[in-house]
């Protein structure tokens, strides 16, 4: 009546199984957690000029940068939230005063700014994105086009309490 | 019909390296540009052309500048390949700080950064290198092995750097110049390290 729990053929099936599905996350204990923090882009700040107005649009406009903004741990849209925007554009560099401008979130979060069209700069054709106004952590992004002839590009903010 | 020779080949390296460059010159990049920027770019596809000569010129392959000319004018356009990416860079430096800083210090975004900035350190040591061969009396067999290993850096990371790049050189051209200077000097160095046996001329 000898009950061996732990036999090298158990411990084979067993240890082979806890590899294969214990890494896959399968097993996860279901959490009631909204989206993480979106974190800054490598690159994200530069060229950033902190206090860019608030504008209807950048320039001539033709190209659209839009986007949401929530709060981490819930999710919740946050609204009145100001998102800084430049890039190279067809009317200026990044460095450039007037490449810059910022807009507000909606009652859903969702930003939307009409600026021109960005193109190729330092390699890729990117945009550049703040959330700086102190209420909660600051936020660079560096969102890349998948084409240089698409006409619009989003960033979503998850922002956490400062 | 050795001069009819010489003529073609240096016609054939003169379209080679000039339809990249026109190429580049036609870019509808350019029109949002400013000159600065605009200068960094082209000295940067003046050093990859440069690149395609510079194993020419050291083997002595091409007509007229056969060995130890060949290696003269290798040693003058070394110089002004270092001044091209010095140029290159600068000219990246003014146009936007914290791209450039990003690159020098390994934490750019783009992956295309890191290699130009290893090829362009691989390149100053190699100009450095030159330099002190004479007053380190430097062996032949380890000057050329640390010659032709460094230039080797130089050719990867340029070469890589290059065709991740979106940028003013219009895309085939590019694939074309690169091609050339990565097969150029592969074989090249196969000569020059004894890989291959020379062949009778």
């Known amino acids: ?162 | 019909m050795g001069r009819v020779r010489a003529v073609l080949i240096w016609a054939a390296l003169a379209t080679v390296l000039a339809v990249p460059i026109l190429a580049a010159a036609a870019s509808p990049l350019l029109a949002w540009r400013d000159p600065v920027y605009i200068g960094a770019g082209f000295a940067g596809i003046v050093a990859m052309a440069i690149l395609l000569l510079q194993p020419l010129f050291a083997r002595g392959s091409l007509p007229g500048l056969a060995a130890p000319r060949g290696r003269r004018v290798h040693r003058w356009t070394g110089g002004a390949l270092v001044a091209a990416v010095v140029l290159h860079v600068a000219g990246l430096w003014i146009t936007s700080p914290p791209d450039v800083i990003d690159a020098l210090l390994f934490v750019s975004p783009t992956p295309f950064s890191y290699l130009g900035v290893i090829a362009m350190w691989a390149l100053f040591a190699t100009a450095l290198l030159a330099t002190l061969r004479r007053p380190l009396r430097l062996r032949p067999r380890s000057w050329r092995i640390g010659h032709t290993s460094l230039g080797a850096v130089i050719v990867t990371g340029s070469v890589i750097h290059a065709l991740l790049i979106e940028g003013t050189m219009e895309v085939m051209s590019k694939a074309v110049l690169c091609g050339l200077v990565v097969v150029v000097t592969v074989r090249v160095m196969a000569d020059l390290l004894g890989w291959r046996r020379h062949r009778a001329r």
């Open chain 1, 1 to 162: 009546m000898t009950a061996t729990l732990l036999n090298r053929r158990t411990l084979i099936a067993s240890g082979g199984s806890f590899v294969v599905f214990g890494g896959t996350g399968l097993f996860a204990p279901a959490r009631a957690k909204g989206p993480d923090p979106t974190r800054s882009m490598r690159g994200g700040s530069n060229n950033y000029r902190p206090g860019a107005p608030i504008v209807e649009r950048i320039g001539g406009g033709g190209f659209w940068m839009s986007g949401t903004v929530r709060r981490a741990g819930d999710g919740a849209p946050l609204a009145g939230q100001r998102i800084q925007i430049w890039a190279h554009t067809t009317e200026g560099h990044e460095r450039d005063w007037h490449s810059h401008g910022a807009t507000l979130t909606d009652s859903n979060g969702v930003f939307r700014l009409e600026m021109p069209q960005i193109v190729p700069a330092f390699g890729q054709p990117h945009g550049h994105l703040a959330y700086d106004s102190g209420d909660f952590k600051t936020v660079f992004l560096r969102p890349v086009m998948r084409s240089s002839t698409d006409t619009s590009l989003e960033a979503h903010f998850v922002l956490q309490p400062a």
